[in-house]
């Protein structure tokens, strides 16, 4: 059963700006995160299309971002398919168990200039 839908877009510029500065990277994302992207010849459109669908999570379960969640307890990785899923950490995980959420769907899409997810979440019935 369908509980939430978030959609998030983002100026890759802007995500651009925040990555050069000191410490960002790391607060935002993942080790492994940071790796991916960093290898990709664009690295700022795959950091703002992460951003982006750790944005839309928030919006799909309710709670926004508002400091109340590590951002790099909802982790952006590519299966061996190269699809995009998400992997729930700390307070995040145990927020989702404890609301019984059974599954979640994202779809990443950034352009030069603008990067977005979808973000669809499932809960048990």
């Known amino acids: ?63 926004g971002w508002m400091g109340h969640f590590n951002l790099r307890d909802v982790e952006i990785r590519n299966n061996a398919a190269g699809s995009p899923e998400i992997h729930l950490h700390g307070k995040v995980k145990d927020w989702a168990a404890e609301h019984r959420l059974a599954r979640i769907l994202v779809s990443l899409t950034h352009l030069k200039t603008v990067a977005g997810a979808v973000v669809v979440v499932e809960k048990e019935p």
């Open 1 to 63: 059963m369908i509980a939430g839908i978030g959609i998030d877009l983002i100026e890759v510029e802007r995500v651009a700006g925040k990555i050069a500065k000191p410490g960002f990277k790391e607060l935002a994302f993942t080790p492994a995160e940071i790796a991916y992207c960093e290898k990709t010849p664009n690295a700022a459109e795959g950091f703002a299309a992460r951003f982006a669908a750790k944005e839309a999570f928030f919006k799909a379960i309710g709670t």
